[in-house]
């Protein structure tokens, strides 16, 4: 079965410092993979996702297949970026279901 | 441009009695799921609709149902609401395209089971 770790609940850093938040997955098949964001009182909202290897509000995520990880990390932090964040991990299947699969989920906060 | 819209936003319940959950997806998606957050871990998948057929469905018990409208909104049935129950249940669109498929949150409806 599938699975989405995020080993770190809580990650503190200071504002200028880079971040790492971690994701590790199992999967038999060929990963999908995203990172979701959600803000204070926001809703939940769609970062990154690996096929596009885009670069978000200075967010970077690379899957590494071999680790099974897909860390996000940024090379400084924003105050604006304390928030908590969800790796997640799609699953696609013959009947046409596509669902995602969750990590618990880091929160970071940005110290300043 | 509407995202994923929600209601009720907040409902209070008495154990064992029963919830309808509406959701609205975002004009244009054809796919609705639902999943349960429950404080402190991230949302877990319920149900997923397409063209109004069940495509997926949680390890969710036979409490949990729901269903797709002509019009793909969707609505999340819990019945014999239990203490356990009391959680964020979002609602999601999915934007399907030969990219890739994208998926889109509402802002949830906190039920709290009492």
């Known amino acids: 079965a599938q699975r989405v770790t995020q080993p770190e609940k809580l990650l503190s850093v200071f504002k200028g410092a880079p971040v790492e938040l971690k994701c590790n997955y199992s999967?038999?098949?060929?990963?999908?993979l995203f990172w979701y964001v959600q803000y204070s009182r926001q809703r939940l909202q769609l970062l990154l996702r690996h096929i596009s290897r885009e670069s978000i509000k200075g967010f970077t995520a690379d899957l590494n297949k071999g680790e099974t990880s897909f860390h996000l990390k940024k090379p400084f932090a924003q105050e604006e970026d304390s928030a908590m964040y969800y790796c997640?991990?799609?699953?696609?299947?013959?009947?046409?279901?596509?669902?995602?699969?969750f990590g618990k989920g880091t929160k970071l906060s940005v110290i300043p | 441009d509407a995202g994923v819209t929600q209601s009720p936003t907040h409902l209070i319940k008495t154990r064992g009695q029963q919830v309808t959950l509406r959701c609205s997806p975002i004009s244009g998606h054809k796919s609705v799921s639902w999943y349960q957050q429950v404080l402190g871990q991230g949302p877990q998948f319920i149900f997923q609709?397409?063209?109004?057929?069940?495509?997926g469905r949680g390890n969710f018990p036979d409490r949990f149902s729901a269903r797709q409208f002509p019009n793909y909104s969707s609505e999340l049935n819990v019945n014999a609401l239990l203490l356990g129950d009391s959680a964020l249940y979002l609602c999601a669109s999915t934007l399907t395209r030969a990219s890739g498929n994208t998926i889109y949150f509402g802002e949830g409806s906190w039920l709290t089971v009492v």
């Open positions: 997640a991990l799609a699953l696609l299947s013959g009947a046409g279901s596509y669902q995602l699969t």
């Open positions: 609709y397409y063209e109004k057929e069940e495509r």
């Open positions: 999967y038999s098949g060929s990963p999908e």
